[in-house]
């Protein structure tokens, strides 16, 4: 919550896309928002749905029922203006001819808000799906104070470890892995983000 809260404010003084909340409640009933949509809203498909697994707009009907006063276009609205404020080409250095689309948005958000809270996070999808793509245009802009855009030097630099998961890797090479990151991360600057990337065979 307090890293979105802090983007909130980031967002309402440096882009005109991004309606500011006018008081408090706003606030953090926009937090709250987007703290579902990053932990549990993203993770569910756009289309189908099954007793174990609703799909997005199901959702979206829960929340409605869940929470009085809030209805759907409260929800999708804030997340969805939060993904256009938050990704544009002001903001990153994005690839030429590369378009924004919404999978490529929610997966750099989705990135950069577990990083900045320092919670794992696995981006699972279709090939196509951008998520190596993102994955590149978080590492190369977010580089702390040196980055080439001024909005990326609100978050910390990230320093990136890389290692190429096989059917042979053993749950605990995968371990030492994380810790060895853990080790670099207790030596370094804490402005520095230490980013152990697991990528699929």
Sequence with gaps: MPFFWRIEKTLSSSNQR????R?????????????????YYFRLP???SSEAMPCRKLFRDYV?????GTDTYDFLPSV???????VTTEHFVIPRGIALTTALK??????????ETHIPLA????????????YHIVRENLRGSD???????????IDTYFYQCSEYSTALEIERQFEYAQENQDIHDKDAAEHLDLDES
């Design 23 to 39: 008081d408090n409640d706003q606030r953090l009933k926009w937090c709250i928002f987007l703290a579902i949509a990053v932990t």
């Design 147 to 157: 980055s080439v855009k001024p909005f990326c030097r609100n978050f910390a630099k």
């Design 18 to 21: 991004h309606q500011p909340r």
């Design 106 to 115: 929610e997966n750099i958000f989705c990135m950069i808000s577990c990083i």
């Design 46 to 48: 756009r289309k189908g």
């Design 64 to 68: 409605k029922q869940g929470a009085p």
């Design 123 to 134: 981006i699972i999808g279709i090939p196509g799906s951008s998520k190596t793509l993102s």
């Design 80 to 86: 969805t203006d939060a993904m256009d404020a938050f």
